[in-house]
Nanobody, 126 residues
Framework: VQLVESGGASVQAGGSLNLSCAASGFTFDDYTIGWFRQAPGKEREGISCIDKHNRGTYYADSVKGRFTFYSDIAKSTVYLQMNSLKPEDTAVYYC????????????????????WGQGTQVTVSS
């Protein structure tokens, strides 16, 4: 399993970014895939997830209504469209995948996910 994120940048508050996570080595339908972020001095936070069991999408309250997680199976890529960005969204963003968990586990116990990308930096200035 290999995951490669891209799309991070520096933007002003209120702006938008679309992060990509190119995946290889596994079948999308067999894996729960999540987006996580980690700000300096803070713990890693699960912000969005697509569940392998029902393909339902989860969003943390901090991003609900502003971020959209979607996939393009033909391109083996998942995306995180981020709108109305705030300075508190500043963090390194990661995608991760695991076959043996659902979103409830992935979001609350990110250590259960064994496959991670390298991360992409998002900086939002006020």
């Amino acid at each position: 399993v290999q995951l490669v994120e891209s799309g991070g940048a520096s933007v002003q508050a209120g702006g938008s970014l679309n992060l990509s996570c190119a995946a290889s080595g596994f079948t999308f339908d067999d894996y729960t895939i999540g987006w996580f972020r980690q700000a300096p001095g803070k713990e890693r936070e699960g912000i969005s997830c697509i569940d392998k069991h029902n393909r339902g999408t989860y969003y943390a309250d901090s991003v609900k209504g502003r971020f959209t997680f979607y996939s393009d199976i033909a391109k083996s890529t998942v995306y995180l469209q981020m709108n109305s960005l705030k300075p508190e969204d500043t963090a390194v963003y990661y995608c991760a995948a695991e076959a043996g968990v659902n979103c409830a586990v992935a979001i609350t116990a990110f250590q259960a996910l064994r496959s991670w990308g390298q991360g992409t930096q998002v900086t939002v200035s006020s």
